[in-house]
């Protein structure tokens, strides 16, 4: 099944994830202008209000960019919406959503087929991120238009399963849109993302590293000094488990060989205390050398996928 036509304006088969608190109009502008997906979790605008500030920024100069570069029109964006009951904002934000006809809408932690159905509305799509085969079968019987699937080695809340395995039970009955997720860093892997079966590379963890990220100079530097061997998985911190740095845990006065379990009755997503001094991560990370402008990152990786299809004669 081919993609959805919005995606032809790619010109790398790339979603940037949306990163909590790190993703901001900024990157979110420079992947788009560079060719990929740009996302951001609607819960980093905070307050509410400012959702619609965002959307008008993020729209107006997309706009702007496609008027004086035809020939390299901005990649659409994405805005991730938690479906969780723990999150209070849900309506409030669907309908700035829906203002602004965002084009892509991911979805997280819960599916909701009226939340598809809004999106769909006003011509929007939707992308259910999940973890298993179960959860994928459900995503799309609600509504879904694709899925993304995070597999192993993921940054923030990642599963468990191979991206092997994960990718071949999905396919085995989907032939719609789907992104792979887990330690994808370089143009090299998100050929074989693609290899595997899926559409589009999701990544996360190398944006966190960028000029434009809103992190702390620390976060930066630490994702460019770490290697995969530096990842925690834990679900200490909202309940749900996730991949985190472990100079980050050891700053905060835990040991991360001895993390305790969380109630996951009691996920928290919307107190952002625990995500600023704990840092999420996935396992991607020794690729990332430098901090450097989200544009040339991307670029880089552009040339990376070319040199990796040339090497297979693709």
């Not at 993390?259 to 990370?285: V, Y």
């Amino acid at each position: 099944m081919a993609l959805p036509a919005l995606f032809d304006r790619l010109r790398l088969p790339v979603i940037g994830s949306p990163l909590f608190i790190i993703s901001c109009p900024e990157l979110v502008i420079a992947q788009c202008k560079a060719g990929i997906v740009g996302s951001f979790p609607a819960l980093n605008a905070r307050p509410q209000s400012q959702l619609d500030e965002w959307l008008h920024q993020i729209t107006e100069e997309l706009a702007a960019w496609d008027r004086d570069h035809p020939d390299t029109p901005a990649a659409p964006f994405a805005v991730n919406q938690i479906v969780h009951r723990s999150n209070p904002r849900l309506e409030e934000d669907v309908a700035s959503c829906a203002k602004w006809k965002v084009p892509i809408v991911i979805t997280s932690l819960g599916a909701r087929p009226e939340l598809n159905d809004a999106v769909h509305s006003w011509g929007g799509i939707t992308l259910h991120d999940v973890i298993d085969d179960r959860f994928a079968h459900k995503a799309i019987e609600k509504g879904a238009d694709g899925l993304i699937l995070v597999a192993t080695g993921a940054g923030g809340h990642a599963g468990r399963l191979s991206p092997f395995a994960l990718v071949q039970e999905v396919r085995a009955w989907f032939d719609g849109p789907v992104a792979l997720s887990g330690s994808i860093a370089t143009g090299g892997a998100v050929l074989a993302a693609q290899a595997m079966g899926a559409d589009l590379a999701y990544i996360g963890s190398p944006f966190i590293a960028t000029e434009e990220a809103n992190a702390v100079q620390a976060y930066k530097q630490a994702i460019v000094d770490g290697r995969a061997e530096d990842i925690v998985y834990s679900n200490l911190f909202t309940g749900v488990h996730g991949n985190y740095l472990r100079a980050s845990i050891v700053n905060a006065g835990l040991d991360p060989e001895n993390l305790p379990e969380s109630d996951p009755s009691a996920m928290n997503f919307g107190g952002a205390k625990a995500w600023k001094d704990i840092w999420g991560s996935g396992q991607g990370i020794g690729a990332v050398h430098a901090i450097e402008p989200a544009g040339a990152r991307i670029e880089r990786m552009r040339e990376e996928y070319a040199a990796a299809r040339a090497r297979l004669a693709l």
